[in-house]
């Protein structure tokens, strides 16, 4: 059975860190982009992190959304089949559930619809 299973969120104090984890079961993680989006209250999901499959003609290659740069690091472990969203120095902006996907043929890393798997979504709340 496939699945992304995503953990690691709670509630931080702005400034604060959290790890995010996303879990892959029944097929390998790696040979497919992997996406970290985000969604707020009233907001449209967003995109924040991504990277390119590391097993096939693409070679790993990360990017981040403006908002993530600089304080967002993504990373791929593929001995456990997960893929990790670090984040530090968050903000109350950062507020969102975070869910993670992936696609084995992704042109926009930003089109959700291009995603085959998703996860059920972690929530991450930033507040003094």
């Known amino acids: 059975q496939v699945q992304l299973v995503e953990s690691g969120g709670g509630l931080v104090q702005p400034g604060g860190s959290l790890r995010l984890s996303c879990a892959a079961s029944?097929?390998?993680?790696?040979?497919?982009?992997i996406g970290w989006f985000r969604q707020a209250p009233g907001k449209v999901r967003e995109g924040v992190s991504f990277m390119r499959s590391s097993n096939r003609s693409s070679d790993g290659r990360i990017y981040y959304a403006d908002a993530a740069k600089g304080r967002f690091t993504i990373s791929r472990d593929n001995a456990k089949n997960t893929v990790y969203l670090q984040m530090n120095s968050l903000k109350p902006e950062d507020t969102a559930v975070y869910y993670c996907?992936?696609?084995?043929?992704?042109?926009?890393?930003?089109?959700?619809?291009?995603?085959?798997?998703w996860g059920q979504g972690t929530q991450v709340t930033v507040s003094s």
């Open positions: 029944g097929f390998a993680s790696d040979y497919y982009t």
């Open positions: 996907a992936a696609g084995r043929v992704i042109v926009a890393l930003t089109s959700s619809g291009e995603y085959d798997y």
